[in-house]
């Protein structure tokens, strides 16, 4: 599982403080998309589980995870197909490793913030 890389989005995209909006974003919306995706499993509703998979693969492709977009990607296929068989191993697979992108960029987030008490 790879964590947040203020490294590479800075690289990427050159301004420190559109990373911090992305983390924030990242932290900040995150957790209510989780439950949609996990939610639609659950519920085997695979309309809802198209749409919450792909608005979760949306909000994590800018941070370096070809693994949990392409879990992403493989569940709002299911979705679309109806076939959500295997559908909960891989949402909890990718709830895993969004999890840990998410507590990676609060951490980083907090620390930036210690950093900037300091000065």
């Not at 911090?20 to 949609?36: K, N, S, Y």
């Not at 949990?68 to 068989?85: F, K, P, W």
Request: proline share 3%.
């Amino acid at each position: 599982m790879a964590p947040f890389d203020s490294v590479l989005l800075l690289r990427e995209y050159g301004d420190e403080d559109l990373v911090r909006d992305l983390a924030q974003l990242l932290v900040d919306t995150v957790p209510e998309q989780v439950d949609a995706v996990t939610n639609a499993v659950s519920a085997g509703d695979g309309a809802a589980l198209r749409k919450a998979a792909h608005k979760l693969r949306g909000s994590i492709v800018a941070f370096g995870m070809p693994g949990a977009v392409e879990c992403a990607r493989q569940l709002e296929a299911m979705g679309a197909a109806g076939d959500l068989t295997g559908a909960d191993a891989l949402s909890r697979q990718l709830v895993a490793e969004v999890q840990s992108l998410r507590e990676s960029a609060s951490a980083w987030l907090t620390a930036g913030e210690n950093r900037d008490l300091e000065r």
